[in-house]
Every structure is written in C-alpha cells, then in structure tokens.
C-alpha cells in the first residue's frame, strides 16, 4: 500500500524557517520527480518546487525561488522542503506529491 506522509509544519514567525519531510512507501519512487504543493485558505493548490529522480534539476514557483530548497534522499525515498525567511503569505497546508501519490499535508503558519 503506497503511503506518502508530510511532516514538519508548525507555527513560526515571519523571517523564521521550517523545514518540512515527505516519506513515501509502497513502492520504489527513486526513479521518479518529487514535488511540493501548497494550498493556502480559500485559495487554489499550487505548485512551489519539484525534484528530479537523480536530483539534476530543480524548478520553484518564483514566490519561493531564493528563499525554499528543495530537496531529497532516494535512499529512503524521502524529499525535503527547507524554507527560509518565511512571510506570511506563505502560509498553507503543504502538500508532496509523485506521480498520482498525494499525502495528507502539513500545516505550515507564519506570524506576522
């Protein structure tokens, strides 16, 4: 049974980071591209970073490029959002993402 599971969001104040975990099980997804989606309230999901399955490329939304870095362990098939100087329109449930695989999200909270 494939399992994807978020971890890591909380509440922080604006300027702070967090860094949120992405573990997937059930199948061997090393060989396929990783990504990170938000839904912040009353607003559509969107795309924030993706990963290739060798790690090669990355690509952000640019209201995270410079400030998120995306990255992944395909070892343990777990990839990782590291976010820096947040603000408050970052704000959302944070979502991974392979292939069809979403998981249930985690909350990520930044205080003005």
């Known amino acids: 049974q494939v399992q994807v599971v978020e971890s890591g969001g909380g509440l922080v104040p604006a300027g702070g980071s967090l860094r949120l975990s992405c573990s997937a099980s059930?199948?061997?997804?090393?060989?396929?591209?990783m990504a990170w989606y938000r839904q912040a309230p009353g607003k559509q999901r969107e795309f924030v970073a993706t990963i290739t399955w060798n790690k090669r490329q990355t690509l952000y939304a640019d209201s995270v490029k410079g400030r998120f870095t995306i990255s992944r362990d395909n070892a343990t098939d777990t990839v990782y959002l590291q976010m820096n100087n947040l603000k408050p329109e970052d704000t959302a449930i944070y979502y991974c993402?392979?292939?069809?695989?979403w998981g249930q999200g985690t909350t990520v909270t930044v205080a003005s």
């Open positions: 993402n392979v292939q069809q695989y």
């Open positions: 059930g199948r061997a997804f090393s060989m396929y591209n």
